[in-house]
């Protein structure tokens, strides 16, 4: 799935006032902005850091590392406001989705809707768990 275009999948979403939720991210002078739209709201990795602090210097994406972990626990607690579904899945919503965004278009920059967040989650939280040991 690209995580570049404008598809919508559909499905419920977590929050169910924010399905017109979109966020976007580019660079500004070699720094990386995300917003919140509507109302182009700046994402900061502030509210993330609290629960795990993986890039107090700011977001990435487009890889698997530290950047683009703060970015997908920021991403999912904004989206989500759960602290526990967010830590729960950050690292799966890492792997799937942020390492694969990348800033393309005329105006270079990536573009995740609340359907795709959904849609992912969905994928992540479906995924058998392995059985505890007693």
């Known amino acids: 799935m690209s995580w570049t275009s404008d598809s ?18 580019y660079r500004q002078r070699g720094r990386a ?30 890889y ?7 970015l997908a626990l920021a991403l999912l607690l904004d989206y ?3 602290e526990d579904v967010a830590l729960a899945e950050y690292m799966a919503f890492k792997d799937e989705v942020v390492s ?12 995740l809707t609340g359907h795709e967040i959904d849609a992912a989650l969905r994928e992540t939280v479906d995924e058998p768990v392995a059985p505890s040991v007693n």
């Open 8 to 25: 919508q999948p559909s499905g419920a979403s977590h929050t169910s006032d924010e399905t017109d939720v979109v966020y976007v991210g």
């Open 33 to 62: 902005i995300v917003e919140k739209y509507p109302g182009r709201e700046p994402l900061t990795p502030d509210r993330s850091l609290e629960l795990a602090n993986h890039s107090p210097s700011g977001f990435e994406w487009g």
């Open 64 to 70: 698997r590392g530290s950047g683009p972990a703060q």
């Open 80 to 82: 989500t406001d759960d």
């Open 100 to 111: 694969r965004l990348e800033c393309s278009g005329p105006k270079q920059r990536w573009r």
